[in-house]
């Protein structure tokens, strides 16, 4: 069975929900989602008193798993308009897998947040793509396949990079994601599946 990792950060729980809805849409393929986070790094008193949301459920990954997977999708809030520092960090981890060519020719995906509209949704995306083709591996995005990447009847994040939400209600507040943001993340999720399925089956035929 195709084997997809959906890895994420999340300080404030947006990422979190994203990353859920990633894994439906892996699993709506009938390929195997496997949600995990990275480690957080803030001190525990700096993360509460900022609020962030410790209670989440997925459980924390090793870097040494990344190389059981056909694919992974990586989830990060955007930090000026680059992937999360945690996110960073663990990625830095990572020189023993590029070493001996470990993620060569899997799936790499990015999905992100951003507090405003034009946070850095798209440059978060594109800055994180330079790791993952660093280890080899193949970058996928979400394509105008998907349809709710054109409205134009309300504010929504996603582009042709990856899905994305909008964190903050521009007055300040909390903003759920929304249903076409949640569909886009889905909409990944699937078409990553099905394209790891395609490599995975191709490795194996020249395997043989």
Request: proline fraction near 3%; charged fraction near 20%; hydrophobic fraction near 45%.
């Amino acid at each position: 069975m195709t084997s997809v990792l959906v890895l994420y950060y999340s300080s404030y729980g947006h990422i979190e929900i994203m990353a859920g809805a990633v894994a439906e849409g892996v699993r709506e393929t009938g390929a195997c989602a496997m949600v995990k986070r990275v480690p957080e790094i803030v001190p525990d008193a700096v993360a509460i008193r900022a609020g962030y949301k410790l209670d989440q459920r997925a459980a924390i990954a090793d870097v040494a798993e990344l190389a059981d997977h056909d694919a992974i999708i990586f989830g990060t809030p955007t930090r000026f308009g680059t992937m999360a520092a945690q996110m960073k960090n663990f990625l830095d981890q990572a020189g023993g897998l590029w070493a001996r060519n470990a993620l060569v020719g899997r799936v790499g995906s990015v999905f992100t947040s951003t507090g405003s509209q034009h946070g850095g949704q798209e440059a978060t995306i594109l800055s994180t793509h330079i790791a993952l083709l660093h280890l080899g591996m193949v970058v996928a995005g979400l394509p105008y396949t998907f349809g709710g990447q054109s409205r134009m009847d309300e504010i929504t994040g996603g582009s042709p990079y990856g899905a994305s939400t909008l964190a903050d209600d521009g007055r300040g507040g909390n903003r759920e994601p929304s249903t076409n943001e949640l569909d886009g993340a889905r909409f990944q999720g699937r078409h990553v599946a099905h394209l790891a399925r395609a490599l995975a089956a191709a490795r194996l035929q020249d395997a043989a």
